[in-house]
Nanobody
Framework: QVQLVESGGDSVQAGGSLRLSCEVS????????MGWFRQAPGKGREWVAS????????YYIDSVKGRFAISQDNAKNTLYLQMNSLKPEDTAMYYC????????????????WGRGTQVTVSS
């Protein structure tokens, strides 16, 4: 089973930046995809971004395009989410997840989850 540990969440003002990290360990086969999701209080979990681990193709929800960037460092077994121009509506618990199937842009099929890291953006 893959273990995922998120870090980097913080409280920032609107317009600020954060970089989230997700350390991955305990896997036998590399996931086909890695993704970031978020969930605000009282709302459902929302897909944010994904990356194909072989080749590095990236996918984003429309509301974060141009502001967020997903990346990976295979030497460190770490996934990142660079978040710029943060808005109050970005406030949520952010989770990383792994998928062992194709179609990284499809939020279905992400079966392994981290515990989350809190991002709070104030106006």
């Amino acid at each position: 089973q893959v273990q995922l540990v998120e870090s980097g969440g913080d409280s920032v003002q609107a317009g600020g930046s954060l970089r989230l990290s997700c350390e991955v360990s305990g896997y036998t086969a590399s996931p086909y995809c890695m993704g970031w999701f978020r969930q605000a209080p009282g709302k459902g979990r929302e897909w944010v971004a994904s990356i194909k681990t072989a080749g590095g193709s990236t996918y984003y929800i429309d509301s974060v395009k141009g502001r967020f960037a997903i990346s990976q460092d295979n030497a460190k077994n770490t996934l990142y989410l660079q978040m710029n121009s943060l808005k109050p509506e970005d406030t949520a618990m952010y989770y990383c997840a792994a998928k062992f199937r194709v179609a990284c842009f499809n939020p279905e099929g992400y079966n392994d989850w981290g515990r989350g890291t809190q991002v709070t953006v104030s106006s």
